[in-house]
Protein backbone atom coordinates (compact mmCIF):
# COMPACT_ATOMS: atom_id res chain seq x y z
CA UNK A 1 0.00 0.00 0.00
CA UNK A 2 1.02 3.45 -0.61
CA UNK A 3 1.64 5.68 2.01
CA UNK A 4 1.21 9.61 1.33
CA UNK A 5 3.87 12.13 2.00
CA UNK A 6 2.27 13.27 5.70
CA UNK A 7 1.24 17.48 5.24
CA UNK A 8 3.22 18.03 8.39
CA UNK A 9 6.25 18.16 5.82
CA UNK A 10 5.19 20.51 2.58
CA UNK A 11 6.66 19.48 -0.59
CA UNK A 12 7.84 23.06 -2.70
CA UNK A 13 4.33 22.75 -4.27
CA UNK A 14 2.07 22.75 -1.35
CA UNK A 15 4.66 25.18 0.34
CA UNK A 16 3.83 27.68 -2.06
CA UNK A 17 -0.13 27.33 -1.81
CA UNK A 18 -0.07 27.17 1.89
CA UNK A 19 1.71 30.96 1.58
CA UNK A 20 -0.94 32.02 -0.48
CA UNK A 21 -3.43 30.46 2.06
CA UNK A 22 -2.08 32.47 4.64
CA UNK A 23 -1.64 35.92 2.87
CA UNK A 24 -4.72 37.77 3.71
CA UNK A 25 -3.87 40.39 0.75
CA UNK A 26 -5.17 37.54 -1.54
CA UNK A 27 -8.47 36.86 -2.38
CA UNK A 28 -10.86 34.77 -0.37
CA UNK A 29 -11.33 32.90 -3.82
CA UNK A 30 -7.34 32.27 -3.89
CA UNK A 31 -7.32 31.37 -0.86
CA UNK A 32 -9.52 28.99 -0.77
CA UNK A 33 -8.48 27.56 -3.99
CA UNK A 34 -5.20 27.13 -2.27
CA UNK A 35 -6.62 25.35 0.78
CA UNK A 36 -8.45 22.95 -1.74
CA UNK A 37 -5.29 22.18 -3.06
CA UNK A 38 -4.10 20.80 0.52
CA UNK A 39 -6.79 19.42 1.12
CA UNK A 40 -7.36 17.49 -2.05
CA UNK A 41 -3.42 16.40 -2.26
CA UNK A 42 -3.83 15.13 1.62
CA UNK A 43 -6.89 13.98 2.50
CA UNK A 44 -9.67 11.51 0.99
CA UNK A 45 -8.81 9.00 -1.76
CA UNK A 46 -8.31 6.06 0.78
CA UNK A 47 -7.39 2.80 -0.18
CA UNK A 48 -9.61 0.45 -1.06
CA UNK A 49 -8.38 -3.18 -0.45
CA UNK A 50 -9.41 -6.48 -1.80
CA UNK A 51 -9.07 -8.69 1.50
CA UNK A 52 -9.13 -11.87 0.02
CA UNK A 53 -8.02 -13.55 3.48
CA UNK A 54 -10.43 -12.41 5.24
CA UNK A 55 -12.75 -13.45 2.52
CA UNK A 56 -11.18 -16.69 3.30
CA UNK A 57 -11.27 -16.60 7.30
CA UNK A 58 -15.38 -15.75 6.85
CA UNK A 59 -16.52 -17.33 4.02
CA UNK A 60 -17.46 -14.03 2.42
CA UNK A 61 -17.36 -13.19 -1.69
CA UNK A 62 -15.46 -10.12 -2.60
CA UNK A 63 -14.68 -7.97 1.08
CA UNK A 64 -13.12 -4.59 0.57
CA UNK A 65 -11.47 -3.04 3.17
CA UNK A 66 -11.93 1.10 2.51
CA UNK A 67 -8.79 1.99 4.93
CA UNK A 68 -9.34 5.39 6.57
CA UNK A 69 -6.16 5.43 8.18
CA UNK A 70 -4.64 6.54 5.11
CA UNK A 71 -5.36 10.39 6.00
CA UNK A 72 -2.95 12.46 7.53
CA UNK A 73 -3.85 11.83 11.24
CA UNK A 74 -4.42 8.15 10.70
CA UNK A 75 -8.51 8.89 10.91
CA UNK A 76 -11.26 9.17 8.61
CA UNK A 77 -11.56 12.86 10.80
CA UNK A 78 -9.88 14.41 8.90
CA UNK A 79 -12.66 14.58 5.94
CA UNK A 80 -14.47 16.93 7.99
CA UNK A 81 -11.71 18.66 10.02
CA UNK A 82 -10.52 19.86 6.63
CA UNK A 83 -13.85 20.45 5.61
CA UNK A 84 -15.17 22.34 8.26
CA UNK A 85 -11.92 24.75 8.08
CA UNK A 86 -12.38 25.97 4.36
CA UNK A 87 -15.77 26.89 6.01
CA UNK A 88 -14.26 28.79 8.35
CA UNK A 89 -11.96 30.33 6.27
CA UNK A 90 -15.16 31.33 4.16
CA UNK A 91 -17.09 33.10 6.56
CA UNK A 92 -14.05 34.80 7.95
CA UNK A 93 -13.69 33.47 11.10
CA UNK A 94 -10.50 33.51 13.15
CA UNK A 95 -10.93 30.68 15.33
CA UNK A 96 -12.08 27.00 15.71
CA UNK A 97 -13.75 25.60 19.02
CA UNK A 98 -14.74 21.80 19.63
CA UNK A 99 -14.81 19.40 21.80
CA UNK A 100 -12.93 16.22 21.64
CA UNK A 101 -11.50 12.59 23.10
CA UNK A 102 -8.41 12.68 20.90
CA UNK A 103 -8.72 12.18 17.21
CA UNK A 104 -11.52 14.39 16.35
CA UNK A 105 -9.01 16.86 17.97
CA UNK A 106 -5.65 16.22 16.10
CA UNK A 107 -7.74 16.23 13.13
CA UNK A 108 -8.79 19.44 14.07
CA UNK A 109 -5.58 20.87 15.10
CA UNK A 110 -3.86 19.76 11.97
CA UNK A 111 -6.59 21.38 9.52
CA UNK A 112 -6.46 24.43 11.28
CA UNK A 113 -2.69 24.88 11.60
CA UNK A 114 -2.71 25.15 7.63
CA UNK A 115 -5.55 27.09 7.39
CA UNK A 116 -4.49 30.16 9.50
CA UNK A 117 -6.77 29.22 12.39
CA UNK A 118 -6.65 29.39 15.98
CA UNK A 119 -7.98 26.04 17.58
CA UNK A 120 -9.24 25.97 21.22
CA UNK A 121 -10.10 22.20 21.77
CA UNK A 122 -11.91 21.34 24.93
CA UNK A 123 -11.34 17.85 26.46
CA UNK A 124 -13.67 16.40 29.38
CA UNK A 125 -11.10 16.52 32.98
CA UNK A 126 -11.16 13.12 33.80
CA UNK A 127 -10.09 11.71 29.63
CA UNK A 128 -6.07 11.40 29.18
CA UNK A 129 -5.58 10.83 25.50
CA UNK A 130 -1.54 10.34 24.36
CA UNK A 131 -2.90 11.76 21.58
CA UNK A 132 -3.23 15.75 23.59
CA UNK A 133 0.56 16.10 23.29
CA UNK A 134 -0.06 15.79 19.38
CA UNK A 135 -2.62 18.60 19.34
CA UNK A 136 -0.32 20.57 21.60
CA UNK A 137 2.49 20.36 19.06
CA UNK A 138 0.23 21.34 16.34
CA UNK A 139 -0.66 24.69 17.80
CA UNK A 140 -4.17 24.09 19.55
CA UNK A 141 -4.77 25.87 22.95
CA UNK A 142 -6.38 23.00 25.27
CA UNK A 143 -8.46 23.13 28.05
CA UNK A 144 -10.47 20.76 30.56
CA UNK A 145 -14.22 20.46 31.32
CA UNK A 146 -16.04 18.83 34.42
CA UNK A 147 -17.93 16.60 33.05
CA UNK A 148 -18.45 13.88 30.55
CA UNK A 149 -18.29 13.74 26.81
CA UNK A 150 -21.30 15.48 26.32
CA UNK A 151 -21.06 18.19 29.00
CA UNK A 152 -17.84 19.00 27.15
CA UNK A 153 -19.69 19.18 23.89
CA UNK A 154 -22.22 21.22 25.26
CA UNK A 155 -19.92 23.76 27.11
CA UNK A 156 -17.77 24.18 23.75
CA UNK A 157 -20.62 24.87 22.20
CA UNK A 158 -21.70 27.88 24.38
CA UNK A 159 -18.38 29.06 24.27
CA UNK A 160 -18.18 29.13 20.73
CA UNK A 161 -21.64 30.67 20.54
CA UNK A 162 -20.51 33.55 23.33
CA UNK A 163 -17.27 34.39 21.68
CA UNK A 164 -17.90 33.86 18.20
CA UNK A 165 -15.81 31.34 17.60
CA UNK A 166 -16.51 28.64 14.74
CA UNK A 167 -18.87 25.76 16.35
CA UNK A 168 -17.04 22.25 14.54
CA UNK A 169 -18.69 20.33 17.51
CA UNK A 170 -21.09 17.34 16.41
CA UNK A 171 -24.86 18.31 16.46
CA UNK A 172 -24.84 21.81 15.64
CA UNK A 173 -25.22 23.63 12.30
CA UNK A 174 -22.32 22.24 10.42
CA UNK A 175 -24.06 18.43 10.53
CA UNK A 176 -24.73 19.10 6.92
CA UNK A 177 -21.71 20.00 5.79
CA UNK A 178 -19.81 16.91 7.87
CA UNK A 179 -21.98 14.51 6.32
CA UNK A 180 -21.40 15.76 2.61
CA UNK A 181 -17.40 14.94 3.95
CA UNK A 182 -17.89 11.73 4.90
CA UNK A 183 -20.33 10.87 1.79
CA UNK A 184 -17.35 11.73 -0.20
CA UNK A 185 -16.08 8.28 0.82
CA UNK A 186 -19.06 7.07 -1.16
CA UNK A 187 -17.97 8.40 -4.20
CA UNK A 188 -14.30 7.17 -3.35
CA UNK A 189 -16.00 3.60 -3.43
CA UNK A 190 -18.35 4.41 -6.61
CA UNK A 191 -15.34 5.50 -8.60
CA UNK A 192 -13.66 1.85 -7.88
CA UNK A 193 -16.27 -0.50 -8.20
CA UNK A 194 -18.68 1.00 -10.12
CA UNK A 195 -21.88 0.73 -8.87
CA UNK A 196 -22.70 0.57 -5.22
CA UNK A 197 -22.06 -2.65 -2.83
CA UNK A 198 -24.30 -4.90 -1.12
CA UNK A 199 -23.27 -3.82 2.32
CA UNK A 200 -21.63 -0.48 3.69
CA UNK A 201 -20.17 -1.90 7.31
CA UNK A 202 -18.82 0.65 9.64
CA UNK A 203 -17.94 1.04 13.27
CA UNK A 204 -20.50 3.68 14.76
CA UNK A 205 -20.28 6.49 17.96
CA UNK A 206 -22.10 9.46 16.89
CA UNK A 207 -23.21 7.70 13.55
CA UNK A 208 -22.00 10.60 11.18
CA UNK A 209 -19.68 8.38 9.18
CA UNK A 210 -22.06 5.85 8.89
CA UNK A 211 -24.62 8.35 7.81
CA UNK A 212 -22.45 10.36 5.41
CA UNK A 213 -21.72 7.79 3.64
CA UNK A 214 -25.52 5.92 3.15
CA UNK A 215 -26.73 9.95 1.45
CA UNK A 216 -23.69 10.01 -0.49
CA UNK A 217 -24.68 6.37 -2.24
CA UNK A 218 -28.42 7.54 -2.01
CA UNK A 219 -27.18 10.96 -4.08
CA UNK A 220 -25.14 8.09 -6.52
CA UNK A 221 -28.34 6.23 -6.71
CA UNK A 222 -30.78 9.45 -7.40
CA UNK A 223 -28.76 10.62 -10.55
CA UNK A 224 -28.73 7.34 -11.96
CA UNK A 225 -24.97 6.23 -11.11
CA UNK A 226 -25.90 3.20 -8.99
CA UNK A 227 -28.48 -0.06 -9.52
CA UNK A 228 -29.07 0.42 -5.62
CA UNK A 229 -28.13 1.55 -2.15
CA UNK A 230 -26.36 -0.47 -0.15
CA UNK A 231 -27.63 -1.83 3.11
CA UNK A 232 -25.83 0.12 6.25
CA UNK A 233 -24.56 -2.42 9.01
CA UNK A 234 -23.48 -0.51 12.73
CA UNK A 235 -21.22 -2.20 15.13
CA UNK A 236 -20.32 -0.58 18.49
CA UNK A 237 -18.90 -1.37 21.75
CA UNK A 238 -20.71 -3.99 23.33
CA UNK A 239 -24.40 -2.15 25.36
CA UNK A 240 -22.46 0.94 25.36
CA UNK A 241 -24.14 2.86 22.33
CA UNK A 242 -27.89 4.37 22.17
CA UNK A 243 -27.91 3.74 18.26
CA UNK A 244 -26.98 -0.30 17.96
CA UNK A 245 -29.10 -1.05 21.47
CA UNK A 246 -32.33 1.37 20.17
CA UNK A 247 -32.45 -1.14 17.03
CA UNK A 248 -31.40 -4.29 18.95
CA UNK A 249 -34.48 -3.39 21.32
CA UNK A 250 -36.99 -3.03 18.75
CA UNK A 251 -37.95 0.60 19.29
CA UNK A 252 -39.43 2.83 16.31
CA UNK A 253 -37.06 5.68 17.21
CA UNK A 254 -33.74 6.63 18.40
CA UNK A 255 -33.35 6.44 21.93
CA UNK A 256 -30.59 8.01 24.50
CA UNK A 257 -29.41 5.15 26.88
CA UNK A 258 -28.88 5.89 31.45
CA UNK A 259 -25.55 8.12 31.54
CA UNK A 260 -24.43 5.91 34.31
CA UNK A 261 -24.52 2.52 32.17
CA UNK A 262 -21.50 3.89 29.81
CA UNK A 263 -18.23 2.48 31.20
CA UNK A 264 -15.18 3.31 29.31
CA UNK A 265 -12.40 1.01 28.27
CA UNK A 266 -9.08 1.39 26.44
CA UNK A 267 -10.62 -0.36 23.53
CA UNK A 268 -13.68 1.10 23.70
CA UNK A 269 -13.59 4.64 23.97
CA UNK A 270 -13.77 5.68 20.35
CA UNK A 271 -17.56 4.03 20.33
CA UNK A 272 -19.12 4.59 23.14
CA UNK A 273 -21.62 7.36 24.71
CA UNK A 274 -25.04 7.69 26.01
CA UNK A 275 -25.61 10.21 23.28
CA UNK A 276 -25.48 9.84 19.60
CA UNK A 277 -25.44 13.67 18.11
CA UNK A 278 -26.61 12.24 15.18
CA UNK A 279 -28.53 9.27 16.35
CA UNK A 280 -31.84 9.66 14.94
CA UNK A 281 -30.29 9.98 11.41
CA UNK A 282 -27.92 7.21 11.76
CA UNK A 283 -30.82 5.27 13.28
CA UNK A 284 -33.08 5.70 10.09
CA UNK A 285 -30.33 4.95 7.61
CA UNK A 286 -29.92 1.68 9.13
CA UNK A 287 -33.62 1.14 8.97
CA UNK A 288 -34.10 2.74 5.80
CA UNK A 289 -31.72 1.00 4.00
CA UNK A 290 -32.53 -2.64 5.71
CA UNK A 291 -29.41 -2.84 7.20
CA UNK A 292 -28.39 -3.92 10.71
CA UNK A 293 -26.52 -3.00 14.05
CA UNK A 294 -24.49 -5.54 16.59
CA UNK A 295 -23.09 -4.76 19.72
CA UNK A 296 -19.30 -5.87 20.03
CA UNK A 297 -17.14 -6.58 22.49
CA UNK A 298 -13.73 -5.22 23.71
CA UNK A 299 -12.35 -9.09 22.98
CA UNK A 300 -14.03 -9.45 19.36
CA UNK A 301 -12.70 -5.68 18.28
CA UNK A 302 -8.96 -6.93 19.46
CA UNK A 303 -9.21 -10.34 17.81
CA UNK A 304 -10.09 -8.99 14.77
CA UNK A 305 -7.20 -5.74 14.93
CA UNK A 306 -5.06 -8.67 15.34
CA UNK A 307 -6.24 -10.85 12.22
CA UNK A 308 -6.06 -7.64 10.05
CA UNK A 309 -2.39 -7.20 10.70
CA UNK A 310 -1.77 -10.94 10.61
CA UNK A 311 -3.42 -11.48 7.40
CA UNK A 312 -3.96 -7.81 5.48
CA UNK A 313 -1.27 -5.99 7.05
CA UNK A 314 -3.65 -3.48 8.05
CA UNK A 315 -2.16 -1.95 11.68
CA UNK A 316 -5.91 -0.51 12.87
CA UNK A 317 -7.34 0.58 16.13
CA UNK A 318 -9.59 -2.38 17.49
CA UNK A 319 -12.88 -0.01 17.54
CA UNK A 320 -11.99 -0.05 14.24
CA UNK A 321 -12.94 -3.37 13.57
CA UNK A 322 -16.60 -2.84 15.19
CA UNK A 323 -17.97 -2.77 11.40
CA UNK A 324 -16.07 -6.04 10.44
CA UNK A 325 -17.39 -7.84 13.37
CA UNK A 326 -21.16 -6.49 12.37
CA UNK A 327 -20.78 -7.47 8.57
CA UNK A 328 -20.08 -11.32 9.28
CA UNK A 329 -22.87 -11.77 11.96
CA UNK A 330 -25.42 -11.07 9.54
CA UNK A 331 -29.19 -11.88 10.79
CA UNK A 332 -29.24 -14.29 7.93
CA UNK A 333 -25.82 -15.94 6.34
CA UNK A 334 -27.06 -16.01 3.10
CA UNK A 335 -26.91 -12.29 2.96
CA UNK A 336 -23.77 -12.63 2.43
CA UNK A 337 -23.34 -14.86 -0.85
CA UNK A 338 -22.05 -14.09 -4.15
CA UNK A 339 -22.00 -10.41 -4.04
CA UNK A 340 -19.79 -7.48 -2.98
CA UNK A 341 -19.39 -5.97 0.49
CA UNK A 342 -17.23 -3.03 2.08
CA UNK A 343 -16.33 -2.35 5.43
CA UNK A 344 -15.16 0.76 7.13
CA UNK A 345 -11.89 0.28 8.89
CA UNK A 346 -11.79 3.88 10.30
CA UNK A 347 -8.26 4.57 11.81
CA UNK A 348 -5.04 3.22 12.18
CA UNK A 349 -2.79 2.91 15.47
Known amino acids: ?140 IIARIDGDYEATVAASQQIASDREWYDANPGGENTSLQLRAYGDIAYEIYDELRDAPKIVAAPVSNGTVLTGIYKGFVRLYRRGKTSRIPQMVAGSAFRKNPIIMSLLNGK ?57 LETEGLNVLPAATAGLAALVEPPNKDMLNNDRFVVILTSRR
Not at 32 to 37: I, S, T, V
Not at 254 to 283: A, Q
Open 1 to 140: MQKKTPIYGFNAELEQEYRQLLDKSNRLEDRLEAYDFLTDSEVGDTSLIRARNIEREFNVRQLFLKFEGGNPTGTQKDRIAFAQCRDAIRRGYDVLCLATCGNYGVACALAAKYAGLECRIYIPKTYHSKRVEEMEQLGA
Open 252 to 308: SAYEDLPPDDIHETIVNEPLINWHSFDGDITFDAIRQSEGWARNVTDKRMMQLSKLL
